[in-house]
């Protein structure tokens, strides 16, 4: 199992996936090149060989255009027939309710996945 240890930069989230079986996705997407950081990640989504997989989305802004493609990785991970459990914890703050809408889209458009969604305090 490829393990991943992406760090964060002012416009690319962290990204990490370990033998634990989660993968975490956290700080901000807006990078200059979206095809460029995401493709990575969507090859490797597709070729997963894990049973349950939990995913933890954080990110305290996300383009639209990371926001396409977080929604094809999240796709691709739902349509692959090794995992059989796929959870997703989406994290939004407080009172930003689009953010929390934009989850509630995603839910709705996979098949397998459950989501749990975790509301963080405003941030200062």
Request: cysteine-free; glycine content about 4%; proline content about 3%.
């Amino acid at each position: 199992m490829k393990t991943i240890d992406l760090e964060p930069t002012n416009s690319t989230p962290a990204v990490r996936f370990g033998e634990d079986g989660k993968l975490t996705i956290i700080g901000r997407s807006i990078p200059e090149d979206v095809m460029k950081f995401y493709q990575p990640l969507l090859e490797w989504a597709g070729e997963l060989q894990i049973k349950s997989l939990m995913v933890e989305i954080n990110l305290e802004y996300m383009n639209s255009a990371s926001s396409k493609k977080i929604l094809y990785l999240l796709k691709i991970l739902d349509a692959n027939n090794s995992i059989k459990e796929l959870t997703v914890n989406w994290f939004y703050e407080e009172g930003d309710e689009d953010a929390l809408e934009i989850g509630q889209v995603f839910e709705d458009l996979l098949l397998k996945a459950t989501f749990r969604y975790n509301q963080l305090a405003e941030a200062a």
